[in-house]
């Protein structure tokens, strides 16, 4: 079974440009999570997808961010204008249900924003 | 509201030694409670979990964890130390919601060396 894939491992963008994070999950997992962990700081929640609807955006920052699952499959995180407090690491996770059953997370992207 | 604490951000331990990593949080529901590890340039691996069964908890790579309520304490612990266990540790808490528990709260990390 292959694992959750994020692209790209790493992005250098300037302060004002867009940023597109795609993540993949596993075939057959309809749950589908984005969280980021600033420098220093904790892992936080973004959102959860069920299929191709938002079931939780509650951990979205601002309206910079902008996530989507096309067809409840791949995922798309965009951020529009990057700022230099969005620099860190996405982590995305997929699972067939919820926490009973287990996330798989993807190795994640590294996001630095100059 | 729930939140984790990971006492230590950085724990030394010796290679053959005790790991002991902390965790507390806090929950006004029964919780579910997880310990995730990260290796370099990977992603979060799942170690071991609680959801309301026994309380000692067996993962892999030879970690457990106890629960204890009347402490709020979820600490990590594995009898001898090997150098492949040098990596970040997390701390994690989520409460049912409606569809279930979905939602993960991450302690800061706990960063773990061996040396030999």
């Known amino acids: 079974e292959a694992g959750v894939t994020q692209f790209p491992s790493h992005s250098v963008i300037e302060k004002g440009q867009t940023v597109t994070l795609r993540c993949d999950p596993i075939s057959g997992h309809d749950n589908l999570y984005w969280y980021r962990r600033v420098m220093g700081k904790e892992i936080k929640f973004l959102l959860h997808f069920v299929k191709e609807s938002k079931q939780d955006e509650s951990g979205m920052p601002n309206n910079r961010f902008l996530a989507e699952r096309t067809g409840g499959t791949y995922s798309t995180l965009k951020v529009q204008p990057a700022e230099l407090e969005d620099s860190g690491v996405y982590f995305c996770?997929?699972?067939?249900?919820?926490?009973?059953?287990?996330?798989?997370f993807g190795s994640g992207t590294r996001l630095t924003v100059v | 509201a729930q939140s984790v604490t990971q006492l230590g951000s950085h724990v030394s331990v010796s290679e053959g030694a005790l790991v002991l990593l902390r965790c507390n949080y806090s929950s006004s529901v029964p919780p579910y409670l997880f310990w995730y590890v990260q290796y370099p340039n990977q992603g979060l691996q799942l170690l071991l979990k609680y959801t309301s069964a026994a309380t000692l908890v067996k993962g892999i790579n030879g970690f457990e964890a106890e629960f204890k309520k009347s402490e709020t304490s979820f600490h990590l612990t594995k009898p001898s130390a090997h150098m492949s266990d040098a990596a970040e540790y997390f701390c994690a808490v989520s409460r049912p919601r409606s569809g279930g528990y979905n939602k993960l709260i991450f302690g800061a990390g706990t960063r773990l060396a061996v040396h030999p």
């Open positions: 996770a997929s699972s067939r249900g919820d926490l009973n059953y287990g996330y798989t």
